[in-house]
C-alpha cells in the first residue's frame, strides 16, 4: 500500500540536462515505455542529431512509441512506466490541430489538457514527463510564440497538480519543488530542521518542535504510542462500559480546546506531503515472512499491518489503542429542494442524538474503544458551546444556483479541520476516522466526485438516506447543475469547496490533509468522506497514502472516487448511513493488522519448522493451516 505509482514533472529549459534526469528516475526499471511526442524522422539535421543522442543513452528497456495522443498512449499501458519527452512538442501537435497559431487568447485547449492529467491519475506505474519551463525556453516576441508560452505555462501548472513530484534543471543540476509555497519558520542557514513538518494553521512553532523533540531513529517508542505524537492518552479499563452505557464527555480536544480559533490566512497552503516510510514497509513484509503462517495466508491484512508500520516509521509497529473518529456535521441550502429522503431538521437532531451517545456510530466505536466527537460547523440552528466552537455559517446556500459558501469561509472551515487534527495528534491520537452528518450532503459530495472524474450525473448518482424515483430525478438535476457551476473553478480546490461544496466537506478536507501532513493514518468513510479526500489530495498531492477505505458504500459515485485515489475498501457490507459507521467496522481489523506484527510469534521464537527449514532441524516438526 505505499508503492503506488509515483508522478514526476521535470522542466528545464534547452540542453538543461532534464532529459537525462528523467532518464535517471526510471533507472530501477526494467520495462520503459518512451512516449516520443516529436518526429523521429525530419530533414532537420540537428534535431535528428538530437533524437540519435537520445537514443542511444537509451538501453534495450525502452520500447519507443511516437505519439501525440499522450492519454490514449498512457491508458493502453498504465501499469508499465512511462517517460514522456516531451509535452513541448506535445503542446505544438494540439496547437496544430486547431489552428491556434493566430488565434490569440481564443485557444482552449482543457480538453486535450484534462485527458492528458486524468490519462496521468489512472497511471498504476511510475511515470515520468519532461517540459520545458515556460520562462526558460526560446520562445520568439510574436503573437505564436505568446500562445505558445501561456498555453504552456498553463499546461505545466496542470500537470504539476497531478504529479507527487516536480523537478527543476538547470545546467545539470536538480532542484526539488515543493507542492506549494511553504508558510514562513524559523529556520537555520541550511534551512529548516530534517523532519520538521510545517504547522498548520493554530499550530505554534512550538507545538511543531516538541513534537519532533520525540521523533528520533535513536530512541525506542513507547509501547502505546507512535514517533510524532507525544504520549498517549490513557486507555479506559472498560471502553466499551465507558462509551456505551453513559453519555460521552464534551468534545474537549475539539470544541473545548484552549488554544484561540485558527488564522484561516494561507489555510489553503500546505508544505510537501512525504510518504509512509518505505524502508520500513520492506522491513514489516521481511517479518511477516518470518511469523507462524504460511506465507501471505493472511491476504490482505498483512499488507495492512505493513501499512501501519511504514505510517508509525517502525517495525513492528505500536498498536492503536488511541483511536478517534470526528463526525463533521452542516446543512446544504440544496437540501431544500427536496433531493433527500429526510428534512434538514434532521441534522440537529442527529448532532444532539450522537452528542449524547445514542446513534450508531457511538454503539460501533464503543465497542471497539474508539472516541467520539461531533463537530458543527454549519449546522442550520443553535448547538451546545462545546459542539459550535468552529461553526462558520448555519447552513450553506444551494449550489444549484449560487456559491454554496463564500472563499473566506472555505479558508476559515479548512483552518478548523486542520486545527481540530492538530489538537487530536497532539493530545496522543494515534488513528483518525473522519465521519459526517447533514441532510442532502451526498449531494454536493457526488458533485465534487463527478467533477474531478468527470463522470455524467446520471453515472453516479445513488439514492442517498433512501430517495424514491421523484426524489432521485430531483437530486440527479441538482448535481447536473452543480456539476455545470463546478466545472468553471475544478483547476481551483478551495474556489471548488466554495462553489459546490461547504463548511463541513471543507473542515474534512483540512483534517485529512492535515492528518497527512503529520504522519497520522485515516480510515475513511463512505460517499461524502472520500468526496472530501479527493479535494484534500489536489491540496496535499501525496496525502492518499495516508489513507486507507475502511467500506465501499452503495452510492455508485463512492466506488468512482475509490477508484480515482488508488483505494481499495477493506469491508464490502452495503452500508449507507454515513457518521462514519463503516470506517469504524473496519477499524478492529486495522487494530488486528498491526497486532499481529507485534505480537505473533516467529518460526525461531515458536520453535516451528517454515517450508524452508530441513526435516529434523526443529524439535516439533508442526504444520500449519
Known amino acids: 500500500m505505499t508503492d503506488r505509482a509515483v508522478r514526476t514533472l521535470v522542466l528545464g529549459g534547452v540542453r538543461s540536462g532534464k532529459s537525462a534526469h528523467g532518464e535517471s528516475l526510471l533507472g530501477d526499471h526494467r520495462q520503459i515505455r518512451y512516449l516520443a511526442t516529436g518526429p523521429l524522422t525530419s530533414s532537420d539535421g540537428d534535431w535528428m542529431d538530437r533524437v540519435r543522442l ?20 498512457l491508458r493502453a499501458a498504465p501499469d508499465i512506466p512511462a517517460l514522456v519527452d516531451d509535452l513541448g ?13 493566430t488565434s490569440g487568447s481564443e485557444i482552449d485547449l482543457d480538453g486535450p489538457i484534462d485527458d492528458l492529467c486524468d490519462a496521468l491519475a489512472a497511471m498504476t506505474a511510475d511515470v515520468v514527463l519532461i517540459s520545458p519551463e515556460a520562462g526558460l525556453s526560446l520562445v520568439p516576441p510574436t503573437p505564436a510564440g505568446r500562445v505558445f508560452q501561456d498555453l504552456l505555462g498553463t499546461l505545466n501548472v496542470r500537470v ?137 495466508s493472511l491476504g490482505r491484512v498483512e499488507e495492512i499491518g505493513v501499512w501501519i508500520a511504514a505510517c508509525q516509521g517502525q517495525c513492528p509497529p505500536a498498536p492503536l489503542t488511541s483511536p478517534t473518529v470526528v463526525v463533521f456535521a452542516g446543512d446544504h441550502g440544496v437540501a431544500r429542494g427536496g433531493v ?52 462558520v455559517r448555519r447552513s450553506s446556500d444551494d449550489l444549484r444556483t449560487t456559491d454554496a459558501i463564500t472563499l473566506a469561509e472555505a479558508r476559515e472551515a479548512l483552518a478548523a479541520g486542520r486545527a481540530i487534527a492538530d489538537d487530536l495528534i497532539d493530545s496522543g491520537t494515534d488513528l483518525l476516522i473522519a465521519g459526517e452528518m447533514g441532510i442532502g450532503n451526498t449531494t454536493p459530495a457526488t458533485v465534487l466526485i463527478g467533477a474531478l472524474t468527470r463522470r455524467e450525473p446520471v453515472e453516479i448518482v445513488g439514492r442517498g438516506t433512501g430517495v424514491d424515483d421523484a426524489g432521485w430525478m430531483r437530486k440527479t438535476a441538482a448535481i447536473r447543475d452543480g456539476m455545470r457551476r463546478a466545472r468553471k ?96 467496522l473496519a477499524l478492529p481489523i486495522v487494530q488486528a493488522a498491526a497486532d499481529l506484527l507485534v505480537s505473533m510469534a516467529t518460526f525461531d521464537e515458536a520453535g516451528v519448522s517454515d517450508k524452508s527449514t530441513p526435516a529434523g532441524d526443529t524439535a516439533n516438526d508442526a504444520e500449519t493451516s
Open 489 to 584: 473553478v475544478i483547476h481551483d480546490p478551495l474556489a471548488l469547496l466554495a462553489a459546490v461544496g461547504g463548511a463541513d466537506l471543507a473542515a474534512t478536507v483540512g483534517f485529512l490533509a492535515q492528518a497527512a501532513l503529520r504522519r497520522t493514518p485515516v480510515i475513511l468513510d463512505g460517499v461524502v468522506i472520500t468526496a472530501a479526500a479527493m479535494v484534500a489530495n489536489e491540496f496535499a498531492p501525496g496525502a492518499m497514502r495516508w489513507w486507507i477505505a475502511g467500506h465501499r458504500s452503495v452510492e455508485p459515485a463512492h466506488q468512482i472516487a475509490l477508484e480515482h485515489l488508488d483505494l481499495v475498501p477493506v469491508l464490502d457490507l452495503s452500508m449507507r448511513l454515513g457518521e462514519g459507521s463503516g470506517a469504524v
Open 54 to 73: 537520445h537514443r542511444e543513452r537509451r538501453d534495450d528497456r525502452y520500447t519507443t512509441i511516437e505519439t501525440t495522443d499522450l492519454g490514449h498512449a
Open 340 to 391: 433527500s429522503a429526510f428534512p434538514p431538521e434532521v441534522t440537529a437532531q442527529m448532532v444532539a442524538n450522537i452528542s449524547a451517545g445514542g446513534a450508531a456510530v457511538n454503539v460501533m466505536a464503543g465497542r471497539v474503544g474508539a472516541a467520539v466527537k461531533v463537530v458543527d460547523m454549519s449546522v442550520d440552528a443553535d448547538t451546545a458551546p462545546e459542539l459550535s466552537r468552529y461553526k
Open 160 to 296: 504539476a497538480q497531478v504529479c507527487e513530484r516536480v523537478d527543476l534543471v538547470v545546467a545539470g543540476r536538480v532542484l526539488h519543488l515543493p507542492a506549494e509555497p511553504q508558510p514562513a519558520t524559523t529556520s537555520t542557514p541550511d534551512g529548516p530542521a530534517a523532519g520538521v513538518e510545517a504547522p498548520g494553521p493554530g499550530t505554534t512553532e512550538t507545538d511543531t518542535t516538541e513534537k519532533d523533540t520525540t521523533d528520533s531513529t535513536d530512541t525506542p517508542a513507547p509501547v502505546a504510542t507512535t514517533p510524532d505524537r507525544g504520549e498517549p492518552a490513557s486507555a479506559p479499563s472498560d471502553p466499551v462500559a465507558a462509551t456505551v452505557s453513559k453519555a460521552p464527555e464534551p468534545v474537549g480536544g475539539v470544541g473545548l480546546s484552549e488554544r484561540p480559533r485558527p488564522d484561516p490566512t494561507d489555510a489553503e497552503v500546505f508544505a510537501p506531503v512525504r510518504p509512509p516510510d518505505e524502508l520500513v514497509a520492506q522491513d514489516a513484509r521481511n517479518r511477516q515472512a518470518t511469523l507462524t503462517k504460511p506465507p501471505g
Open 89 to 101: 512538442n506535445w503542446l505544438t501537435a494540439q496547437i496544430d490541430a486547431v489552428h491556434g497559431w
